[in-house]
C-alpha cells in the first residue's frame, strides 16, 4: 500500500531534549516536506526536500533540522525543544514530475513540549 | 508572503443544504488545490485547479479559480455527513513554485443528519 508513515504518532516531552521525529515514504517520490498544523494559522511548512541531500527552508524553519540521505526518509530534528514547538506535525511527499505537486501526507505526529 | 484566507472560519449545517466555501487571497497563485482532513489524520488532495476560471467538479462538489487566480472556491450540493472535515486551500506561488504551498487557514465542516 502506497504511503507516507510517521513515527511516533503521539510524543510528549521536556524542553531541550533533542527528539527525532521520522518520516518514511515508499512511493518513490522525489519531493519530501514538513509542515506544523497550530489552531488558527493552518499548515505551515518548516523545511522540505526537492531530492536526496537537497533541502531548504521553508517558512517556519527556526528550531527545526532535517536530513534527506535516503530517497525514502526525511527526519525532523528538534534539537532542543521548547514549549512554542508543541504542534501538530505532519510529513508529506509528492512526485517532482506530477506539477502541480500531489502531496500525499502521512497521518501526523502530535508533540507536546513541557 | 503570500496569506490565503478561507471564509468560514466553521459551518454547521444539516444534510441536504447546500454550502460554499471560499479561499481568497491578494496574491497571485499558479495553482490551487483544495484538501480535506479528518480528525486524526492528514489531509488528502479533493482536487488542483490551475487555469483561471477553471471549474472542476467532483460529483457532489464543484471548484472554481478566480479568472485572476487570485482566489478559489468549494460548493457542496446535497452535504452529507461524510462531508464533514476540515477544509483546507492551498496555492503555490507564482515565484515561489510548487515545492513551496501556502495553505489557508481552514474550514471547519459539521453536517448533521
Same mark, same amino acid.
Not at chain 2, 468549494?74 to 503555490?92: E, K
Given at each position: ?6 513515527? &511516533? ?21 522525489? +519531493? ?6 497550530? &489552531? ?7 523545511? +522540505? ?14 528550531? +527545526? ?15 532542543? &525543544? ?33 | 508572503?503570500? %496569506? ?23 496574491? $497571485? ?14 489531509? $488528502? %488532495? ?12 467532483? =460529483?457532489? %462538489? ?11 472556491? %468549494? ?24 515545492? =513551496? ?9 459539521? $453536517?448533521?443528519?
Amino acid at each position: 500500500e502506497a504511503q507516507v508513515t510517521q513515527n &511516533p504518532r503521539y510524543l510528549i516531552t521536556v524542553t531541550g531534549k533533542k527528539l527525532t521525529v521520522t518520516c518514511s515514504q515508499n512511493m518513490n517520490h522525489e +519531493y519530501m516536506s514538513w509542515y506544523r498544523q497550530d &489552531p488558527g494559522l493552518g499548515l505551515r511548512q518548516i523545511y +522540505y526536500s526537492m531530492n536526496v541531500e537537497v533541502t531548504d527552508k521553508g517558512d517556519v524553519p527556526e528550531g +527545526y533540522k532535517v536530513s534527506r540521505k535516503e530517497k525514502r526518509n526525511f527526519p525532523l530534528i528538534l534539537e532542543s &525543544p521548547s514549549p512554542n514547538q508543541t504542534s501538530l506535525y505532519f510529513c508529506a511527499s509528492s512526485l517532482r514530475t506530477s506539477t502541480p505537486y500531489e502531496q500525499y501526507f502521512g497521518p501526523g505526529t502530535r508533540l507536546t513540549v513541557t | 508572503t503570500q %496569506l490565503l484566507e478561507q471564509s468560514p472560519q466553521f459551518l454547521s449545517i444539516q444534510e441536504g443544504e447546500n454550502l460554499t466555501v471560499y479561499c481568497n487571497s491578494s496574491s $497571485v497563485f499558479s495553482s490551487l488545490q483544495w484538501y480535506r482532513q479528518e480528525p486524526g489524520e492528514g489531509p $488528502v %488532495l479533493l482536487v488542483t485547479v490551475v487555469t483561471g476560471g477553471e471549474v472542476k467538479k467532483l =460529483k457532489r %462538489l464543484t471548484f472554481q479559480f478566480g479568472d485572476a487566480r487570485k482566489d478559489s472556491s %468549494l460548493h457542496i450540493t446535497a452535504a452529507q455527513p461524510g462531508d464533514t472535515g476540515l477544509y483546507l486551500c492551498a496555492g503555490a506561488g507564482v515565484n515561489t513554485g510548487f515545492q =513551496k504551498l501556502v495553505f489557508g487557514t481552514g474550514t471547519r465542516l459539521l $453536517v448533521s443528519p
